[in-house]
């Protein structure tokens, strides 16, 4: 905020300058790249793949602007990430900033380290970002630190070097627990199983995969054999590709596990589709939306339950964080607390990572009793 105000003040220099020695002139721009833009109290400009929305509230008019903040998604025309996206602009317009958003055609690293260097160039007050790769994001984001940007990531994390802190949907162990134990109770304690995950790269996806392999070194697991993992990418045609290909390499299978919602919704059709759902069950991440007419306790069913959170919380929570490190009321040390509105208050504990993290809470199951209710919330 204080490099925005120094840009104002020297800009309003500028300005007195030119009116005293010619006249009146006036210029509206945007940092914004959009093939058009729009400057009024309530402007969205907008493309397909770029979002920006400034709201501005009769408190947020009182209270200032607070700024520019930007979120970067892991991929568009995934509901999941379109629902973060919801709950991140929400937060932001409420407070009467500028909401940016940034959704890539594919979930790769190159694609969300040039919409970065595109934000650094804007001179954004903040970045959130949902990381395809832990590690290769690094040296975009340290630049952007550099230049003055609160840096923190959600959802799937970057490296603990390149953020201040990280909003996690729930504790990595929990979630590695919980679905081992899904595993363990819709196979009767043994037989064979397989992950569907998405990008090779996610660290979200293998923090949860390393988790279940440490949960399952207990003998009470011992029954259960991890066949194979794959890789759908979150591309919703590959997903598919990859159900069909362990139906025909593992004739034995009896559970597919699939921790992301692109992925558990394309096995469910699959096995649904091709009449094998009495023999081959599935359980996972899930948007209920997507799979209520999968979730349910007969033959016909694929998926007899699975877990989530709510992904609208997720953006919201992360908006939070973003205007708490931009106003310097954290800087992402463990043991900070901050108000996250009607969220409530959050504390940063220590991560795994060897960095920080704000942990939203413990997955929500999702079965026959509660889907219907559930369905057309998100």
Not at 275 to 303: H, Q
Request: proline residues 3%.
């Amino acid at each position: 905020m204080k490099k925005k105000l120094l840009s104002v003040l020297l800009c309003a220099s500028m300005v007195s300058a030119m009116l005293a020695g010619c006249g009146s002139s006036s210029s509206n721009s945007t940092g914004t790249k959009t093939d058009s833009a729009t400057t009024t109290d309530s402007a969205t400009t907008t493309d397909s793949k770029d979002t920006t929305t400034e709201t501005k509230t009769d408190d947020a008019t009182a209270s200032g602007d607070i700024g520019s903040y930007a979120v970067i998604v892991k991929s568009a025309g995934n509901p999941y990430n379109a629902k973060q996206i919801q709950g991140f602009k929400e937060v932001i317009e409420a407070q009467g900033g500028t909401c940016i958003t940034k959704e890539p055609e594919s979930a790769t690293a190159e694609a969300q380290i040039a919409m970065i260097n595109e934000l650094v160039a804007q001179q954004v007050d903040a970045i959130a970002i949902a990381a395809n790769d832990t590690d290769a994001l690094q040296p975009a984001l340290t630049a952007a630190k550099n230049a003055g940007i609160a840096i923190s990531s959600f959802d799937s994390s970057t490296n603990a070097a390149s953020r201040a802190v990280h909003v996690n949907q729930a504790g990595t162990e929990i979630i590695g627990q919980t679905l081992v134990e899904a595993i363990a109770d819709i196979t009767g304690g043994s037989g064979q199983f397989a992950i569907l995950s998405a990008t090779s790269q996610a660290t979200n996806q293998n923090a949860w995969i390393e988790a279940m392999k440490k949960v399952m070194e207990d003998s009470k697991y011992s029954g259960l054999e991890l066949v194979d993992i794959v890789y759908g990418d979150d591309e919703y045609q590959k997903s598919v590709d990859q159900t069909q290909a362990l139906l025909s390499n593992y004739p034995d299978l009896k559970v597919i596990c699939a921790p992301t919602t692109v992925g558990i919704m394309a096995a469910a059709k699959v096995l649904q589709d091709q009449g094998v759902a009495d023999k081959i069950k599935l359980t996972g991440l899930g948007l209920p939306s997507e799979m209520a007419d999968y979730i349910g306790d007969d033959a016909a069913k694929a998926c007899p339950y699975m877990y989530l959170w709510n992904p609208i919380d997720i953006g919201r929570l992360s908006a939070y964080t973003s205007i708490a490190l931009a106003k310097g009321e954290i800087t992402g040390a463990a043991g900070e607390k901050f108000s996250a509105g009607d969220m409530g208050d959050y504390e940063i504990v220590a991560a795994a990572d060897g960095g920080t993290e704000i942990i939203l809470g413990p997955p929500f199951k999702f079965d026959p009793s509660n889907i219907e209710e559930w369905k057309s919330v998100y």
